[in-house]
């Protein structure tokens, strides 16, 4: 899973970057993107790991890339242009809008208003599918005047490419007239910007962390409010000296967390374990939805093909048992078929055979 941090100079995302990723000013590269790959924390991980003192735990995680914007100076554009691969390449986009006042920063367009920011940024990313829409258009309408064995599929390509491109001309993004299923793999080649998910993350400044959030979107998955300069400081810190600042300040849980959080959530994923041996205690992300064979082959394509069966238990029954041995006598393990929806939370040990 991969998640785009994007936004206008000056408005903090590298900032936002550092928070998020821990990685200190010195490690970045300017004007390059930045990527860091970000262990999720995960407080029902931790507890199994003290329950079954493995070697190894190893926890879900997210790769975040930082990308520069446009040349010091320009006021025009974020130069999402120039990285339209990466942004393609991504499931998430993070959008960092300016709330904080500060004379030491140049401000963007020479104002301070994040909601216009992310107008302004919202046309870009518009604009970016829009150009790549109407170029496949054109090749498709050419294609489809020759009798090929592709040509009903073209057909069906070229309708729903057009029923985009007739949202972004009216600026409403890909992912209100794309249906979930059929309609969203054929498009999900081209990568369109507003087709992902979006959180939106306003920076703001340290006078302003006990107010309210400044405005929230209505259209992105969520609105999350970031002093991302002292959130930057406090990743840096002690893991048990962070709760002293985070009081002091009036920071209730880092964005951190809550980022990661609502990525998960916007991309509808959920998490199983594995683990009860020596070796390992793992958290694996998969669709919310996804069988207890779907599952298997997250972990191996071997465990997919020869699945017998899960012995499943709960997160929150073994939890209140204490112990496998214990969840077992109170009848809280399962032994759960191939068809069996996952639920976030769920210890699985897969039997298979091959």
Known sequence: MRVAIVGFPYSGKTTLFRAISGVSQDHLKPVEENLAT??????????????????????????????????????VQAGLAKHLPTLRQSNALVVTVRAFPSEAVPMHG????????????????????????????????????????????????????????DALEHERPVREVVQPGEQERMLRSFGFLTQKPIIVAINIGEEQIRDEVPFRDPDAAATIAVCAELEAEIIRMDREDRPMFMEEYGILSLA????????????????????????????????????????????????QRGFIRAETVAFDDLYAAGSMREAKAAGKVRLEPKNYVVQDGDLMTIKFNV
């Open 38 to 75: 970000v262990k999720v924390p995960d407080p029902r991980l931790e507890w199994l790991e003290k329950l079954f003192k493995p070697r190894k735990r190893t926890e879900a995680s997210i790769d975040f890339v930082d990308l520069p914007g446009s040349a010091e100076g320009d006021r």
């Open 110 to 165: 020479d104002r301070i208003d994040p909601e216009r920011d992310l107008a302004e940024l919202r046309e870009e990313m518009l604009l970016a599918d829009l150009l790549i829409c109407d170029s496949r258009i054109e090749k498709l309408e050419k294609a489809i005047t020759k009798p090929t064995k592709d040509r009903d599929q073209q057909k069906h390509e070229l309708d729903l490419l057009q029923k985009c491109r």
């Open 256 to 303: 951190r967390e809550r980022i990661i959080r609502a990525c998960f959530d916007a991309l509808g994923l959920i998490v199983f374990f594995t683990g009860g041996g020596e070796n390992e205690v793992r958290a694996w992300p998969i669709p919310k939805g996804a069988t207890a064979a779907e599952a298997a082959g997250k972990i191996h394509s071997d465990l």
